[in-house]
T-cell receptor, first 110, second 115 residues
Framework: EDQVTQSPEALRLQEGESSSLNCSYTVSGLRGLFWYRQDPGKGPEFLFTLYSAGEEKEKERLKATLTKKESFLHITAPKPEDSATYLCARAQGGSEKLVFGKGTKLTVNP | DAGVIQSPRHEVTEMGQEVTLRCKPISGHDYLFWYRQTMMRGLELLIYFNNNVPIDDSGMPEDRFSAKMPNASFSTLKIQPSEPRDSAVYFC?????????????FGPGTRLTVL
């Protein structure tokens, strides 16, 4: 069964305090690992797709990395506007289905 | 581009009533997905279409749920009869299939409350 597990469930940071969010997934047939950001009352907003171990992608203060078993979303010097729930999802070979983790709720205090 | 459009944004209904949720995907996208999000279960895929044809409906909870896509620019998700446990946020998403880009873009969601 496809499993995507995110940790921690919630994370509270001070502005400027860097940290990482974790996403671990079942290994077989990975076709892509996706990161989304979701603000309250809105739909998930696409951030990154990673396809192979060792791949990295960056956008402003966010950097996503991928290994054979997990992905990390690194947040460098976060600002209050980075507060949101961050979701990761895996796509499996042979299907367009995405299996989502339950997300990490990030709060950045000024 | 206006993005994925969903209506209504909020729906409050009584148990036993029929509910219809609507979605307009991004123009040119050939995949359309319906998801349900709850605190307990997170974001779950209900059904998805490719070129208006249902491909996988294994996530549809039971026969009370049905989805249609009569053309490339419109889809509906219907619940009949509705029950309180159907209360959730329902999202529609669309994507364009290619070798390297299959990102799903989500709509704003419909918050359904069944009393």
């Amino acid at each position: 069964e496809d499993q995507v597990t995110q940790s921690p469930e919630a994370l509270r940071l001070q502005e400027g305090e860097s940290s990482s969010l974790n996403c671990s997934y079942t290994v077989s047939g990975l076709r892509g690992l996706f990161w989304y950001r979701q603000d309250p009352g809105k739909g998930p907003e696409f951030l990154f797709t990673l396809y192979s171990a060792g791949e990295e992608k960056e956008k402003e203060r966010l950097k996503a990395t991928l290994t054979k078993k997990e992905s990390f979303l690194h947040i460098t010097a976060p600002k209050p506007e980075d507060s949101a729930t961050y979701l990761c999802a895996r796509a499996q070979g042979g299907s367009e289905k995405l299996v989502f983790g339950k997300g990490t709720k990030l709060t950045v205090n000024p | 581009d206006a993005g994925v459009i969903q209506s209504p944004r909020h729906e409050v209904t009584e148990m036993g009533q029929e509910v219809t949720l609507r979605c307009k995907p991004i123009s040119g996208h050939d995949y359309l997905f319906w998801y349900r999000q709850t605190m307990m279960r997170g974001l779950e895929l209900l059904i998805y279409f490719n070129n208006n044809v249902p491909i996988d409906d294994s996530g549809m909870p039971e026969d009370r749920f049905s989805a249609k896509m009569p053309n490339a620019s419109f889809s509906t998700l219907k619940i009949q009869p509705s029950e309180p446990r159907d209360s959730a946020v329902y999202f529609c998403a669309s994507s364009f299939s290619s070798r390297s880009t299959d990102t799903q873009y989500f709509g704003p969601g419909t918050r359904l409350t069944v009393l």
